[in-house]
Each structure stands twice: as structure tokens, then as C-alpha cells.
């Protein structure tokens, strides 16, 4: 999709789209953790995150970096698969 939309409006439609694909992965991960009986604090443990910084990433208050979401992963013995796509 193209944007025909000022800078602000552009910039709040990226970060929409961002949120939601970044909910998705989160929602997978979360998951994942419960399938494998794990809590918070035993991710933020092998990863080093802060718990309340899981729980925000979880809760989808904050927006993890790939960073983060590739560590959350190795912790379940998972990676991260990044793909660019047409729209």
C-alpha cells in the first residue's frame, strides 16, 4: 500500500501496523512459554529482560525490539523468522 497521507497520519499508520504485528509474534511467544510451563520470571532469568518489561511486552503496553523478541525466543528454544512482503 501507498500512502497519500501527511507525515503524521503516515507515521501513526506505521506505528498501528508495527503494534499489530508485534502483537501477533508476542501472542505466539506467550504461547509457547504456557505449552512449555514456563513463567515470567524463568524467561527474564535466561534472557535477562526485566520481569515488568515482559509483562508490558506481553500485556502489549510496550513494543519489544527485535532484540528482545529474538532473546524471549531462544529462552523457548525458538527463533525468529523475519520476512519482508508486498503489502
Known amino acids: 500500500t501507498i500512502y497519500n497521507f501527511d507525515n503524521k497520519t503516515y507515521a501513526e499508520e506505521i506505528q498501528k501496523k508495527v503494534l499489530q504485528n508485534s502483537e501477533?509474534?508476542?501472542?505466539?511467544?506467550?504461547?509457547?512459554r504456557h505449552r512449555q510451563h514456563m513463567t515470567q520470571q524463568e524467561i527474564a532469568d535466561i534472557t535477562g529482560i526485566c520481569p515488568s518489561n515482559l509483562a508490558r511486552f506481553e500485556g502489549g503496553t510496550r513494543?519489544?525490539?527485535?532484540?528482545?523478541?529474538?532473546?524471549y525466543a531462544n529462552a523457548?528454544?525458538?527463533?525468529?523468522?523475519?520476512?519482508i512482503c508486498d503489502e
Open 63 to 71: 513494543i519489544p525490539t527485535l532484540l528482545v523478541l529474538e532473546k
Open 24 to 32: 501477533q509474534v508476542i501472542q505466539k511467544l506467550v504461547e509457547e
Open 76 to 83: 523457548l528454544g525458538k527463533r525468529v523468522v523475519i520476512e
